[in-house]
C-alpha cells in the first residue's frame, strides 16, 4: 500500500504540490489528469522517490520514506518501474540491450527473462534493431518491457501516450491492460489526454495548482481481443 499524507513539495518559492493526501491498494489502477504544470510529475518524482516532501509523509508499506537510508531507497526503486513520454531508451544500445539493461546493473543475466518480456509487448521481432528504427508506439513498447524487468510492484507512467497516434496509444493502453491483468503492478498513469485515461483507469484523481482538487471512479474499457483493422476501427467510431 501506498499512501501521501498532508505532503506540499516546494521548489523555492514554487509550490509544486500542496497539502496532497490520498491511499492506494495494491492492483488499483490510477489515473492522474491536470492542466500543465499542475503538479502532476512533481507527484510521480515524490511517488518513485526521486524526491522527497518539503512536508508531510510518503508511506510505502507503511515506512515513512524520509527515514529511509539512500541504500534502502535504491532498493526500493527497484521495485519502480517508469515509462516516459519520450521513451528513454539508449540510442546507441538494441533494443534486447535496452531491455536487459536494468538487470545487468544489478549485475543479473537473465536472457530467458528478456526473450519472454519482448514476447510479452509484442516486439521479439525487433530484438536486433536500434530504437531509432523503431516507431513511436514500438519504442514505447520496449520501454514497458524494460520497466517490467524488475518485476516492479509499481509502474508510474508520465504522459506515457501524450507522443503517439490514437492507433499507437490504444496498442500502449492494451498492453497496460494486460500488464495490469497478468503482473498486477499498483499502475499511476498521469496524462492530460482524458479520454485515454478513462478507457484505462478505474479510480482518477485531478490535480490543479498542485493541488487534488477531486477524484472519480470510473468503469474503464472492456478491451476484447477482437482485432479491428484501422478502417474498420474509423467506420465503427463514426457508426457510434
Ligand atoms: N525542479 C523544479 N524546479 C523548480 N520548479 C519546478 C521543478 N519541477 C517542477 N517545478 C514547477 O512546479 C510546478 C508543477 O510542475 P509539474 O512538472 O509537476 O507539473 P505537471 O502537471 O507535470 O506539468 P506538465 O503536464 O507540463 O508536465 C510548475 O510550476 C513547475 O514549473
Known amino acids: 500500500m501506498l499512501e501521501m499524507i498532508n505532503v506540499s513539495k516546494s521548489y523555492g518559492e514554487i509550490k509544486a504540490l500542496r497539502e496532497t493526501t490520498f491511499s492506494v491498494q495494491p492492483g488499483e489502477i490510477v489515473g492522474i489528469v491536470g492542466k500543465s504544470g499542475s503538479g502532476k510529475t512533481t507527484l510521480l518524482r515524490l511517488l518513485n522517490l526521486m524526491e522527497q516532501p518539503s512536508s508531510g509523509k510518503v508511506l510505502i508499506d507503511g515506512v515513512d520514506v524520509q527515514t529511509l537510508s539512500k541504500k534502502n531507497i535504491r532498493q526500493r526503486q527497484q521495485h519502480m518501474g517508469m515509462i516516459f513520454q519520450n521513451y528513454n531508451l539508449l ?33 521479439e521481432h525487433k530484438a536486433k534493431s536500434y530504437p531509432s528504427q523503431l516507431s513511436g508506439g514500438e519504442k514505447q513498447r520496449v520501454s514497458i518491457a524494460r520497466a517490467l524487468s524488475r518485476d516492479p510492484k509499481f509502474l508510474l507512467c508520465d504522459e506515457a501516450t501524450s507522443s503517439l497516434d490514437e492507433e499507437n496509444t490504444e496498442a500502449v493502453v492494451r498492453l497496460l491492460y494486460k500488464t495490469h491483468q497478468e503482473l498486477k503492478p499498483i499502475i499511476f498513469f498521469v496524462s492530460h489526454e482524458l479520454e485515454t485515461v478513462k478507457s484505462l483507469c478505474e479510480r482518477i484523481l485531478v490535480m490543479e495548482n498542485g493541488q487534488l482538487v477531486g477524484e472519480f471512479k470510473n468503469n474503464p474499457r472492456k478491451f476484447s481481443d477482437e482485432k479491428l483493422s484501422y478502417l474498420e476501427k474509423v467506420e465503427r467510431s463514426l457508426s457510434l
Open 91 to 123: 540510442e546507441n544500445l538494441k533494443v534486447y540491450d535496452n531491455v536487459a539493461l536494468p538487470l545487468k546493473l544489478l549485475k543479473k543475466q537473465q536472457p530467458e527473462k528478456i526473450q519472454s518480456l519482448l514476447e510479452f509487448v509484442g516486439m
